[in-house]
């Protein structure tokens, strides 16, 4: 995907790797909506930003379906369209399952899960507009390994991968990508939970800004996923062989008439092709 000119989307945009994507999408000629809970937050974001593009604030919380239809409308009538959502805003939980609270699940799984499909949901429309499109969801090396005091974290970040592939396969016909990005420990606000983990844990640390540019280039080249580099990345490859094959004949699947007359007559897809969208659309 050609950056320069496109409209994006980022969640959890005031701190941390959202801070940072935000700063990189600015430099590489995108305009961005930036999104979190804490307006102060996201202005100094903004005014770190460089002013070639017509960014904006849009402060509010993502686990509120009211202000998901709010960011659906304000992006459609300032721009019409969406070309690149990044579901970036998330929390960390650490710690024995037995010390984790039912609300600590649910805060996390709303707003690591919840949040990021529904708000997909609601930008699809303009997404299809924008095809070719993307989606990048912003994951964990914990996604693919599962560690012991991160048990809840793990799921829900297993949640958003499997949520990504589902919707690489769902999608692909109508021309939104879908980009899964997978960091390890990050020096960020987030990083602070486990700070005592990280040493006996043996994380590396790399800097939000790397994160975010490694993302960038994901989205650029239209990438599936964007691991960090190093012995994790051997680790999660021993545990997945060869999902492509899975991809690619489970998205084919998506092409036979019989799956197609039984979404049109659902009403769940839109029945002319986008343009640019590859073997063309429904109807
Ligand atoms: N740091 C790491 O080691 C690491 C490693 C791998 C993956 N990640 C992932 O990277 C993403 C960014 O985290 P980070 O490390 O950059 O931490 P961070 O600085 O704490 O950023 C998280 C952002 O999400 C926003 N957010 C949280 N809940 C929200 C809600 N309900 N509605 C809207 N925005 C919300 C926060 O802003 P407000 O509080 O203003 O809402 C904050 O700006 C997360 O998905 C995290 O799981 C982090």
């Not at 790797?17 to 999104?35: F, P, Y």
């Not at 640019?276 to 109807?283: A, D, L, P, S, T």
Request: charged share 20%.
């Amino acid at each position: 995907m050609q950056l320069k000119g496109r409209i994006a989307l980022i969640t959890g945009a005031g701190s941390g790797i959202g801070r940072q994507l935000a700063l990189e999408a600015a430099r590489r000629g995108l305009t961005v909506a930036l999104m979190g809970r804490r307006a102060d937050a996201l202005q100094e974001t903004l005014s770190m930003m460089n002013r070639r593009g017509s960014h904006v604030a849009l402060p509010g919380d993502i686990t509120d379906p009211e202000t998901r239809v709010a960011l659906r409308q304000y992006i459609e009538r300032w721009w019409g369209r969406l070309d690149v959502l990044v579901n970036n805003a998330g929390v960390v939980c650490v710690g024995p399952l037995v010390r984790t609270s039912d609300a600590d699940l649910e805060r996390l799984m709303a707003t690591n899960v919840i949040a990021p499909a529904a708000l997909i949901r609601e930008l699809l429309p303009l997404l299809h507009k924008a095809a070719p499109s993307r989606i990048v969801n912003v994951g964990s090396m914990f996604g693919d390994i599962a560690y012991p005091l991160f048990g809840a974290y793990s799921a829900s970040k297993f949640g958003l991968r499997g949520l990504s592939m589902a919707l690489r396969r769902e999608l692909k016909e109508f021309g939104v990508g879908i980009t899964y990005a997978a960091p390890r420990a990050t020096n960020t606000d987030a990083a602070g939970a486990f700070e005592r983990l990280a040493a006996p844990m043996q994380m590396r640390i790399d800097a939000p800004e790397k994160v975010a540019r490694d993302i960038w280039i994901a989205v650029a080249r239209d990438a599936d996923s964007v691991y960090a580099k190093g012995p994790e990345r051997l680790f999660v490859l021993v545990q997945r062989l060869f999902p492509q094959l899975v991809d690619r004949s489970v998205a084919s699947q998506m092409a036979d008439r019989r799956v197609r007359a039984y979404l049109i007559s659902e009403g769940v897809w839109p029945t002319a092709p986008q343009s640019g969208v590859g073997r063309g659309g429904f109807g």
